[in-house]
């Protein structure tokens, strides 16, 4: 794996600081702008002809504003936000675990929100006594709490958030327990599946305006420690011992930057499942463009994400409509092709 | 007696005998029955199967419906109905079928569905498979036909595939006056994400048969997963959703201004009823008469 490169603090250098400087900024006018571009084209984008949905902005009526503003709208500004959410626990979790593969999900939150859905979804289907709660929650709440769960056995399996080899390792060992108990539980009512599997790829289908504010929110309350902890993880980029000499508290710094991780994570896979590759792939095409220190991957990896997540759903709607891919589907797609492309580019290089 | 004619007598019985056996042979002759399944291969039947496994819940339907249960030995794990096929030992599911069990079982015959990767090795096993489809609404007569054949009871198949289709017809009949002239649209949910039973599948066929216009076009294939706006654009009269989601689609974005939403127009069914609606079996009557009175319910 040491055709990526790990997430390497460049520390301020006054030499290379203005030129880089420059280049960030001009990289975040990028993605602001190309933000701003997709979502003013989701607008235009869904079921209906293009000059149909350019008809519906000038002319509404009660229907097409509907469409427009209360169904496109939220769903491109929510992809942004769960993006943008991917993005940072993507940038935590490769620095915290200084490990340029690490990812959102590696403490086993997917496969514990899968587990929580489909507990939610039999409980739903055969309205089970002692599941009764589960079918309550629905498939937001479902999602949420098992990604909770998961994350809180993978620490408690691990012994704390100090050892980085057990708490991957820890993460492996529940992310397949879960999901074994979640293949058995699908196996004795295969109705669920598909719905699962709708799950499973991610869906940006239903983010309203409510989940919106949701997302914006947490998005907010996970930026800020995490920018304020962007030293710490510059520190730890040089390793835990030099981190430790330069008197950072480890213990401190990696449970609230988890904690910021789990957050991020199970309120985005409550939202919209299970997204691929979008937390994998953002901080590392930051880095690619533009050297950066860790305050400013913080702040870039998820504007990336946003963008990112955005334009795989304005895909994902548009290239079969009416109907629509799963999401999930479009981001480990390119993500997919993106990490290949990056290997063989590194690999020619060395 | 003499010797003599013991002998013939000996002689007499002994062509008796071959003349009963090469009667029994070409009778077992005529009998042979080649009919082609739905994977089309030409299955030899030299005398009608009477250890029979099914292994698609529409399939053991069938067998049973026509008076014929007694000879299944076993079903997949889903088949549930006629309530006798309840107490039969299961043989799994459609893609984990439990190959030693039916293997233990010694079954002269295995009716499964056409997608089933166990026919290949039931096949190396010696054991006799026959593949049907079972996805339309055509697949239910044509089913009952080839079983019937397969089974000896063809008098048995045409009798109830006429009885299915009068029922189907006069449920039809009834639905088309009940809404005079002016067809519900409907939008049939078949999931959340959300998945639709669009015009090209068993239940959007049931759908059309009773006059309901469907918002699903029929290119968008089976069971697409839609966009939601586009239930939200196509304003349904009337959706078809489970008893628990049916409270939620309020919620969903812009979901309130749907009519059917809007004025609670829903039909929510239970998972008995439910099955008649998505097998496609000889219960496809019941199923029918489910839509029907929901439709004549709840539609504006």
């Known amino acids: 794996?040491?055709?990526?490169?790990?997430?390497?603090?460049?520390?301020?250098?006054?030499?290379?600081?203005?030129?880089?400087?420059?280049?960030?900024?001009?990289?975040?006018?990028?993605?602001?702008?190309?933000?701003?571009?997709?979502?003013?084209?989701?607008?235009?984008?869904?079921?209906?002809?293009?000059?149909?949905?350019?008809?519906?902005?000038?002319?509404?009526?009660?229907?097409?504003?509907?469409?427009?503003?209360?169904?496109?709208?939220?769903?491109?500004?929510?992809?942004?936000?769960?993006?943008?959410?991917?993005?940072?626990?993507?940038?935590?979790?490769?620095?915290?675990?200084?490990?340029?593969?690490?990812?959102?999900?590696?403490?086993?939150?997917?496969?514990?929100?899968?587990?929580?859905?489909?507990?939610?979804?039999?409980?739903?289907?055969?309205?089970?006594?002692?599941?009764?709660?589960?079918?309550?929650?629905?498939?937001?709440?479902?999602?949420?709490?098992?990604?909770?769960?998961?994350?809180?056995?993978?620490?408690?399996?691990?012994?704390?958030?100090?050892?980085?080899?057990?708490?991957?390792?820890?993460?492996?060992?529940?992310?397949?327990?879960?999901?074994?108990?979640?293949?058995?539980?699908?196996?004795?009512?295969?109705?669920?599946?598909?719905?699962?599997?709708?799950?499973?790829?991610?869906?940006?289908?239903?983010?309203?305006?409510?989940?919106?504010?949701?997302?914006?929110?947490?998005?907010?309350?996970?930026?800020?420690?995490?920018?304020?902890?962007?030293?710490?993880?510059?520190?730890?980029?040089?390793?835990?011992?030099?981190?430790?000499?330069?008197?950072?508290?480890?213990?401190?710094?990696?449970?609230?930057?988890?904690?910021?991780?789990?957050?991020?994570?199970?309120?985005?896979?409550?939202?919209?499942?299970?997204?691929?590759?979008?937390?994998?792939?953002?901080?590392?095409?930051?880095?690619?463009?533009?050297?950066?220190?860790?305050?400013?991957?913080?702040?870039?990896?998820?504007?990336?994400?946003?963008?990112?997540?955005?334009?795989?759903?304005?895909?994902?709607?548009?290239?079969?409509?009416?109907?629509?891919?799963?999401?999930?589907?479009?981001?480990?797609?390119v993500g997919g092709v993106y990490l290949v492309v990056l290997l063989w580019r590194r690999n020619r290089h060395e | 007696m003499t010797i003599l004619d013991a002998r013939a007598n000996a002689i007499r019985a002994a062509a008796l005998r071959a003349a009963a056996l090469l009667a029994l042979a070409w009778a077992t002759a005529a009998q042979a029955n080649v009919v082609r399944d739905d994977l089309g291969r030409d299955v030899r039947f030299d005398h009608p199967p009477l250890r029979v496994i099914a292994l698609l819940p529409s399939i053991t339907e069938t067998v049973c419906a026509l008076d014929a249960c007694d000879r299944l030995v076993a079903t997949d794990r889903y088949s549930n109905w006629p309530p006798q096929v309840k107490a039969l030992p299961k043989a799994g599911g459609l893609d984990d079928a439990e190959i030693e069990l039916i293997v233990s079982l010694k079954p002269d015959l295995v009716l499964l569905s056409r997608s089933q990767r166990i026919t290949d090795r039931l096949g190396d096993l010696g054991i006799k498979t026959f593949a049907l489809n079972s996805d339309r609404y055509s697949d239910i007569a044509h089913n009952i036909r080839v079983i019937g054949e397969i089974l000896g009871l063809d008098e048995r198949a045409r009798g109830l595939s006429e009885s299915i289709a009068a029922d189907v017809q006069s449920i039809a009949a009834g639905a088309h006056r009940a809404h005079s002239g002016r067809a519900p649209s409907v939008y049939f949910e078949v999931d959340t994400a959300p998945y639709a039973a669009g015009p090209a599948s068993f239940i959007g066929e049931l759908l059309t048969r009773l006059g309901a216009h469907n918002i699903v076009s029929s290119d968008l294939g089976a069971f697409p997963k839609l966009n939601p706006e586009y239930v939200v654009q196509h304003n349904p009269d009337v959706i078809f959703v489970s008893g628990t989601e049916a409270g939620h689609l309020a919620a969903r974005p812009g979901w309130a201004t749907i009519r059917a939403v809007r004025e609670q127009r829903f039909c929510s069914f239970s998972a008995e009823v439910d099955d008649t609606i998505v097998r496609p079996g000889p219960r496809v009557a019941d199923g029918m008469r489910a839509l029907a009175d929901c439709l004549e319910r709840v539609s504006p």
Not at chain 1, 174 to 196: G, H, I
Request: aromatic share 6%.
């Open chain 1, 1 to 333: 794996m040491s055709a990526l490169r790990p997430g390497v603090a460049e520390l301020d250098l006054p030499l290379f600081a203005a030129n880089t400087g420059s280049r960030l900024a001009a990289w975040l006018a990028a993605c602001i702008a190309i933000t701003l571009l997709l979502t003013a084209a989701s607008l235009l984008i869904g079921t209906s002809s293009l000059e149909t949905s350019l008809g519906w902005l000038l002319n509404p009526d009660a229907q097409s504003s509907v469409i427009l503003w209360q169904i496109r709208l939220p769903r491109t500004v929510g992809a942004w936000f769960a993006g943008a959410l991917l993005g940072l626990a993507g940038a935590i979790a490769q620095g915290v675990f200084r490990n340029p593969l690490a990812e959102p999900y590696l403490l086993g939150s997917a496969s514990g929100a899968a587990l929580g859905v489909t507990l939610s979804l039999l409980a739903a289907d055969a309205s089970l006594g002692g599941l009764a709660w589960a079918g309550k929650l629905g498939v937001t709440g479902a999602a949420c709490i098992g990604a909770c769960a998961a994350i809180a056995l993978t620490i408690m399996l691990s012994r704390g958030v100090l050892a980085t080899a057990s708490l991957l390792l820890a993460g492996i060992v529940v992310a397949f327990l879960l999901s074994a108990v979640t293949s058995l539980l699908l196996l004795s009512k295969p109705d669920v599946w598909r719905a699962m599997q709708a799950f499973l790829l991610g869906n940006t289908g239903f983010l309203s305006w409510s989940s919106v504010g949701l997302l914006g929110v947490v998005f907010i309350v996970c930026l800020l420690p995490a920018v304020l902890l962007s030293r710490g993880l510059d520190a730890l980029s040089l390793g835990e011992d030099t981190a430790q000499s330069l008197g950072l508290s480890l213990p401190v710094l990696r449970l609230t930057l988890l904690g910021v991780l789990s957050l991020a994570t199970a309120t985005t896979v409550g939202q919209v499942g299970i997204v691929g590759f979008v937390g994998l792939v953002a901080p590392h095409l930051v880095r690619e463009t533009v050297s950066v220190n860790h305050r400013q991957l913080l702040i870039g990896a998820p504007l990336c994400g946003g963008a990112l997540l955005q334009a795989a759903d304005l895909v994902s709607r548009w290239i079969i409509h009416p109907a629509e891919l799963p999401v999930g589907a479009v981001t480990a797609t």
